[in-house]
């Protein structure tokens, strides 16, 4: 067996950026949203390890204004056990009095005598403008307060500059500038379950049920929800519908009912309106449908539902990500420094500036406002653009193709399959190598002119099997193309797998779940182990969103030593009021530290501080219902393959039939930081560990060694990718990436 591919290191230690004397505080303002905890716990414990003080200031800008008791110092245990929890545990509130020059006057006073002239505003785009305004007026507060008597000259000098940095924490994803923005994807989770829920009784009683979900000024959860459900009909305010909307929409309803579909779904996002700004709203589709087609129909208003409930692994980890690099950006900010903002691009977190992804946001508003529809939609980024056009795609019926095939599927047949687990068509890890001549014949019996493959990396091998075996069977001379599924995240060529996310959530809600049973005992460890073959990415990113304190990986190999150090770093915080401690295994991370050899060594070493438990989840993390993100990345690169199958058709038929033999013809659609890219699977194999079944070169190995600072390990950290503050200019539009693109 060889060990793992090389990495090139590029890590920069965090000892070159030091808080040694700096005062930082977070608060939390506005709505709150799903993650907001997870980002508070990483300002803290970043703050914490790079030597700086960080302050809560509870209950927003109120607490800001009043004082007092409402700004605390942090310690590293007070964040413990707040990853799995929502809402905001520092509070939020509207604060009329941060809106006047004396609410602001007594806010400076409160900051000054404590030192804090870093700012961390976790909010929407009001709060984040407020804090903008502070940072522009503080040295006139300043000078205000050294005229009272308030403040002395050496307290004013020490604090003459205040620095910013926000985070936009909003389950609308509104905010121009980033893919996504923390607490959307937990929205998303909430409206699935509550649309899984209501389909069973649906189904039962042929019944309508109209959905009002948030978005007073965004259809972004309306529309992602319809694209995961399969809704029938969807309104967002970005985009009206046209003019009669309601004959086309009850002809729409009423075909379907005649084919015996006993469920309809109409989403309705709660700032719908017309083509004459007029608004949409549910009851009047209700009695729409009632009074024209005489469907039993119901209604279904969400509510603060959305905003409720422990955030999702994503939520978690992209909050976990944004919080660790305001930090950064704060230590690395200058007086001159602009206010930013942390952003998601891709898989990368950024910084932009402030105030241009403020105006950019109200751009779009503006473009509603003044009925420039097509306008606003295009603000929105590609990523809406491509989420409108892939629904209307996958909900507009055409008529069923007559073309031959092994099973024929139709349109119909396929109803009700996003909320699926698993594959209704079946699956198997046989590879086609030793099966060539009977592939082949099946081809040509049954016409096949293209083959769309989804699976890991099997489906992987599989097409590049077929590929290479082209000089010998002409009948793979056809497009080929594989779509990554896999919960293991270990196919060459994409930075996500349809099914990791899934189970990402799984393993998170099974380690929540866990903690929270040992909730009164005494301290306790649990040793958990998580599928992934060679992967470590299950274990690793898994480990981050629970607030794991270790994670074992192929990837990061280790020793006897290594693990008796985490031995004993465990101890060390279990005498701390720290109750819990969380470890995870990835399964074949070492074939001699098996989850049975690190459960005793913990148990034997923490005899007397601590017992240990351990958990083998197994196949629970491949079963369940598809997560939002995994139905909508499932429904958009399916949609974006046969895009791609019916234009390489077109190009390849000749003489009557289809010729397909270049290397383009062989591809594997994988998302790449921001864009879905077709790659031909011959090129990908230079690129691939097949003896381990992994990527030589995986993004998400940056995360570790940040999943290990979270937890009070002193080591380093990849900052050769940390944001680096961009102008508006290179704001690229929400594209095809990752969370954007559901």
């Not at 019996?445 to 077929?466: C, D, M, P, R, T």
């Not at 290397?663 to 381990?692: I, K, N, W, Y």
């Not at 570790?704 to 680096?724: C, E, F, N, R, W």
Request: neutral net charge; charged residues 20%.
């Amino acid at each position: 067996m060889t060990g793992p591919p090389k990495r090139q290191d590029t890590r920069k230690l965090f000892e070159n950026l030091s808080g040694d004397g700096k005062s930082i505080a977070v608060l939390t303002s506005g709505g709150d949203a799903q993650g907001m905890n997870a980002a508070v716990r990483a300002v803290v414990r970043m703050g914490i390890y790079v030597g700086a003080k960080v302050y809560f200031i509870h209950e927003g800008y109120q607490g800001m204004v009043d004082g007092g008791d409402n700004i605390k110092e942090a310690t590293w245990e007070s964040v413990s056990s707040m990853l799995e929890v929502g809402g905001t545990v520092i509070g939020s509130a509207r604060c009329k009095d941060f809106r006047t020059p004396e609410g602001r006057l007594k806010a400076a006073y409160n900051l000054v005598k404590r030192s804090i002239t870093n700012l961390c505003v976790i909010g929407g785009d009001g709060s984040l403008t407020g804090a903008n305004l502070f940072r522009k007026e503080w040295s006139g507060l300043l000078e205000q307060l050294l005229q009272q008597g308030l403040i002395t000259e050496q307290e004013s000098c020490s604090n003459s500059t205040l620095h910013i940095v926000g985070m936009v924490g909003s389950i609308d994803n509104d905010f121009c500038g980033t893919d996504m923005t923390i607490g959307t994807d937990s929205a998303l989770h909430r409206i699935i379950e509550v649309v899984d829920a209501i389909m069973t009784t649906a189904l039962s009683h042929q019944r309508t049920f109209v959905l009002e979900v948030m978005g007073r000024h965004c259809g972004y959860l309306a529309l992602v929800s319809a694209l995961a459900c399969g809704a029938d009909w969807v309104f967002i305010p970005e985009m009206p519908p046209e003019d009669g909307w309601e004959e086309t929409m009850c002809h729409k309803l009423s075909e379907n009912r005649a084919e015996r579909k006993r469920l309809n779904i109409i989403i309705v996002a709660e700032g719908a309106i017309d083509c004459q700004n007029k608004p949409i709203t549910p009851d009047y589709i209700k009695d729409l449908v009632v009074s024209r087609l005489g469907f039993d129909t119901r209604v279904t208003i969400l509510g603060h539902v959305q905003r409720g409930g422990t955030p999702s692994a994503f939520d978690r980890i992209l909050a976990s990500r944004m919080g660790v690099e305001a930090v950064l950006a704060l230590l690395e900010a200058s007086t001159n420094t602009p206010a930013c903002v942390v952003s998601l691009v891709g898989n990368q977190a950024v910084r932009l500036p402030l105030m241009e992804c403020v105006q950019m946001t109200q751009e779009v508003q503006k473009a509603m406002d003044e009925k420039k529809f097509d306008e606003a939609v295009g603000l929105r980024g590609g990523s809406f653009e491509n989420n409108l056009t892939t629904y209307r795609l996958l909900s507009n019926r055409k008529a069923d193709s007559e073309l031959p095939n092994i099973k024929e599927i139709k349109w119909g047949d396929v109803g009700g399959w996003t909320g699926q687990g698993g594959s209704l068509l079946g699956t198997k890890r046989t590879l086609p190598g030793k099966h060539l001549e009977k592939i082949a014949e099946q081809i040509r019996i049954h016409n096949i002119n293209a083959l769309l493959v989804i699976g890991g990396f099997e489906a992987f091998e599989s097409v590049l099997q077929l590929y290479q075996a082209r000089a010998d069977f002409q009948e793979f001379c056809i497009p080929l193309c594989v779509l990554p599924a896999t919960i293991s995240n270990n196919v060459p060529g994409t930075d996500l797998s349809i099914g990791a996310d899934t189970s990402l959530n799984a393993i998170v809600e099974t380690c929540d779940r866990i903690k929270q049973s040992a909730s009164g005992t005494k301290r306790r460890v649990f040793i958990i182990e998580t599928m992934g073959g060679y992967c470590g990415y299950l274990a690793t990113v898994g480990g981050l969103a629970a607030g794991a304190d270790t994670v074992y990986i192929f990837e990061e190999p280790f020793d006897i030593r290594y693990l008796q150090a985490n031995v004993e770093h465990l101890t060390e915080k279990m005498k701390t009021s720290i109750q819990r401690g969380l470890v995870l295994r990835n399964e074949n991370c070492n074939e001699n530290f098996t989850a049975d050899f690190i459960y005793q060594l913990y148990s034997e070493e923490g005899r007397g501080i601590f017992d240990c438990r351990k958990n083998i989840l197994g196949h629970m993390q491949q079963g369940g219902a598809p997560s939002p993100f995994d139905r909508n990345f499932g429904s958009k690169v399916a949609a974006k393959s046969m895009q791609w199958i019916t234009q390489s058709l077109q190009e390849s038929y000749k003489g009557g039939r289809v010729f397909a033999n270049s290397e383009e013809s062989a591809c594997l659609l994988g998302m790449r930081r921001r864009a879905l890219v077709f790659q031909p699977v011959s090129q990908l194999h230079e690129q691939t560990d097949f003896v381990h079944r992994i990527p030589k070169e995986q993004w998400w190995l940056k995360l570790h060694p940040l999943m290990k600072i979270l937890a009070k390990y002193k080591t380093s950290y990849d900052v050769s990718d940390s944001g680096q503050l961009e102008h508006v200019t290179h704001i690229r539009p929400k594209e095809t990436s990752n969370r954007a693109a559901i």
